[in-house]
């Protein structure tokens, strides 16, 4: 059974950072690419960064490009999303997901693409 936890979400004022995890169990992060999207209230998912199977191929959308990183562990089964500079539109509830089908350097960023999503961490953050 695919299990995906995300932490590190909270409070943050604007211009702060924050750290967002992702770990899996039942899955070998190795077999797949990595995404996070996000939601905010009354808004559609949106795509925010997603990482290849090796984690060596990255891509962030335009909204957050130069202020957010996505990194991938393979060894520790864990994908995380650096995230610098933090704007009060940045809130929402961030979600990661695993694509069990992309192969090589590959990464979907359509939300229809991945397979196995976490159930969420909260990110706030206040002007």
């Known amino acids: 059974q695919v299990q995906l936890v995300e932490s590190g979400g909270g409070l943050v004022q604007a211009g702060g950072s924050l750290r967002l995890s992702c770990t899996g169990s039942?899955?070998?992060?190795?077999?797949?690419?990595m995404g996070w999207f996000r939601q905010a209230p009354g808004k559609e998912r949106e795509f925010v960064a997603a990482?290849?199977?090796?984690?060596?191929?990255?891509v962030c959308a335009d909204s957050v490009k130069g202020r957010f990183t996505i990194s991938k562990d393979n060894a520790k089964n864990t994908v995380y999303l650096q995230m610098n500079s933090l704007k009060v539109e940045d809130t929402g509830v961030y979600y990661c997901?695993?694509?069990?089908?992309?192969?090589?350097?590959?990464?979907?960023?359509?939300?229809?693409?991945?397979?196995?999503w976490g159930q969420g961490s909260q990110v706030t953050v206040s002007s």
């Open positions: 039942g899955v070998i992060f190795r077999r797949y690419a």
């Open positions: 990482a290849s199977r090796s984690g060596g191929t990255t």
């Open positions: 997901a695993a694509d069990a089908t992309s192969s090589g350097s590959y990464y979907p960023t359509r939300a229809s693409a991945y397979d196995y």
